[in-house]
C-alpha cells in the first residue's frame, strides 16, 4: 500500500505543475495539487489505520479546506481605482433616455 501512496503523492505533484506550466491557472493547479494529495492521505489512512496515518489525513485535509477557501475569495480591488466622473451626478442619462437636447458638459 505504501508504494501506491508513494505513486499518488509524485502524480499529485506532476498533475500540479503540468496544469500550471500548460494552462497558467495556478488556482487549478494547486486544486488539482491539494485533492490528489487528499486522496494519497486517504490511501495511507485505510493501508495503516493508525493514529499517524490520521493525523496525517487531517493536516492533508485541513490544508485542503484552508487554501480551498483562501484561492475562492475574490481578489480585493486594487487602490487605483477612482470611481466615474458622474457616478453621484449623472445629468446626462435623463437627456440620453429622453431623447431631449440639452447642455452638455456639465
Known sequence: MGTLVTVVTALALLVGVVTVVSTGAL?????LLLDLLTAA???RLAGDPGWNGLAGAVAIIALRQLLGAALSAPAPW??????????DDDCHLPLALG????KTGG
Request: hydrophobic fraction near 25%; proline fraction near 9%; charge should be positive.
Open 41 to 43: 492521505g486517504l490511501l
Open 78 to 87: 486594487s487602490g487605483r481605482q477612482s470611481p466615474a466622473p458622474c457616478a
Open 27 to 31: 488556482r487549478t493547479g494547486v486544486r
Open 99 to 102: 431623447r431631449e437636447t440639452g
